[in-house]
Every structure is written in structure tokens, then in C-alpha cells.
């Protein structure tokens, strides 16, 4: 049974960094690609980040150059690091897995696998 577990969101200022991690289990990493997603109350769930194994990632546009995607196929482990924190990144963030090395380019609904979720809130 594939089972995804969020961890490390908060509150920070603007400005401010935090990492996120998704402890996989269930699965062996390097079978399965990651991706973030998030939502903000009141919106719809959107897409933030997400990775090929072999390395290709794409981002939001509006995370681009502050957003940081990696996995540790070792560990079993996604991070999501979020650099220059704005306001405007508060929201529920989501990792979700999919079987196979791309996801760089899926759609929300081509990841079957979903954790429940954790809260970032950015303070100005």
C-alpha cells in the first residue's frame, strides 16, 4: 500500500525559507516520480513542482527560481524547498507519487498517489 506523509510546513515571514519532505512507503523510489502541489483557500489545487528521475524538473512559473524539487530514492524521501517565501505561497502542499521515471510534464490527474497535506503560511 502506497502511503505518502508530509512534513515540515509552518509559519514563516516573507522572506523566509522552509523544506518540505514526503516520506514514501510502499513503493521502492526510484520506480516511482514525484510532484508538488498546493492550495489556498478559496482555489483550486495547482500544480507546483515536479521531477523526472533522471533529472528534468519543471516549476510554476510563479515559483520559478525560488522553489527547489529533489528525491532521495535512498531514503524514499521528496523535498521541496522554498526559498524567498511570499504571501502569496500560503496554502495546503501536497506531494503526490506516480509510477514510472517522468512527471515532469503530468497533469493533477495522472498522479494516483496523495498525501493529506501540509499547511505553509507566509506572513508579510
Known amino acids: 500500500q502506497v502511503r505518502l506523509v508530509e512534513s515540515g510546513g509552518g509559519s514563516v515571514q516573507a522572506g523566509g525559507s522552509l523544506r518540505l519532505s514526503c516520506a514514501a512507503s510502499g513503493y521502492t523510489g526510484s520506480d516511482y516520480c514525484m510532484g508538488w502541489f498546493r492550495q489556498a483557500p478559496g482555489k483550486e489545487r495547482e500544480g507546483v513542482a515536479a521531477l523526472d528521475n533522471n533529472g528534468p524538473t519543471t516549476y510554476a512559473n510563479s515559483v520559478k527560481g525560488r522553489f527547489i524539487i529533489s528525491k532521495d530514492d535512498a531514503n524514499n524521501t521528496g523535498y521541496l524547498q522554498m526559498n524567498s517565501l511570499k504571501p502569496e505561497d500560503s496554502a495546503v502542499y501536497y506531494c503526490?507519487?506516480?509510477?514510472?521515471?517522468?512527471?515532469?510534464?503530468?497533469?493533477?490527474?495522472?498522479?494516483?498517489?496523495w498525501g493529506r497535506g501540509t499547511q505553509v503560511t507566509v506572513s508579510s
Open positions: 503526490a507519487a506516480a509510477p514510472g521515471w517522468s512527471c515532469a510534464w503530468r497533469e493533477e490527474y495522472e498522479f494516483p498517489y
